[in-house]
């Protein structure tokens, strides 16, 4: 009977691997069989790795990331409409940035800390919690130094660290020498610049489009600018509807070499 098993699932995994994307979507849309969408998750991968790796070193570990990314991808993947006419991998970038960055707002520390701190100021809540019950008082900073085995100062180093863990409230207001009105938190605050994203992404569009040709510009352009269907481009263009969907992944295709480039 184990035979006849894994004789089924070698054929039943032989058969999805023969199958294109478009008609994987189409029969997991149908049966949302978990080897259909397992067989997806495996082709687009990829994605969540390259995404992935534009948030290294800014606090969390890249497991962790790589993680939340690939779990980006099965949403995308339970959400993904093929009947809309776009690109699953455009369609899935959003999502799995979405995913990363939700992540680190619920995680992350506020301010890149060395994972040396971050590690022993998870020892120091231990410690307090401990040496409360043991001592019957607060514990000092030299009995948290004493019982990590570390030096005052590194536990001091790492209580002030652990502020950026919990970030303070906006309304939290400061005295102000003797003026009749307080100051708020958020009136010491700069305003986030919205357009340096926008910057970003046009500097890399740009670089990115230099390397494509002038019928490759229009296919990018009315796709994803004018939101054009491919039947439409391929009308207009007067060639398939394949040939148009061919020129698509070619243009992925030199995007994403250009977004490794950057990582």
Request: glycine share 4%; aromatic share 8%; proline share 2%.
């Amino acid at each position: 009977m184990k035979n006849v098993a894994k004789a089924t699932k070698y054929r039943t995994i032989q058969s999805l691997n023969n199958k294109s994307e478009k008609e994987l979507f189409h029969d997991y849309a149908i049966n949302k069989d978990l080897a259909i969408r397992n067989e997806l998750v495996n082709r687009h991968l990829y994605i969540a790795e390259i995404l992935s790796k534009k948030f290294v070193n800014k606090g969390i570990d890249y497991e962790d990331i790589y993680q939340v990314a690939s779990v980006g991808l099965i949403y995308a993947i339970e959400r993904f409409d093929l009947s809309k006419g776009f690109e699953f991998s455009s369609f899935a970038t959003p999502t799995i940035i979405g995913e990363i960055k939700k992540h680190f707002r619920d995680k992350g520390w506020s301010i890149r800390v060395p994972r040396r701190i971050q590690e022993l100021s998870k020892k120091i809540n231990g410690a307090k919690t401990t040496l409360h019950q043991k001592l019957q008082r607060t514990p000092m900073i030299r009995d948290i130094a004493e019982y990590l085995d570390c030096t005052e100062e590194e536990v001091m180093e790492a209580m002030e660290a652990s502020q950026v863990y919990t970030p303070k409230s906006l309304d939290l207001t400061y005295d102000n020498d003797g003026e009749d009105k307080d100051v708020q938190l958020m009136d010491l605050i700069g305003d986030t610049d919205k357009s340096f994203d926008l910057l970003e992404n046009r500097d890399f569009l740009e670089k990115a489009m230099e390397k494509l040709n002038e019928v490759e510009k229009k296919v990018l352009k009315d796709r994803f600018f004018a939101s054009k269907t491919q039947m439409q481009i391929a009308e207009e263009m007067n060639v398939s509807q394949m040939t148009v969907s061919r020129m698509e992944k070619k243009i992925i295709e030199k995007f994403r070499k250009e977004l490794n480039k950057s990582l």
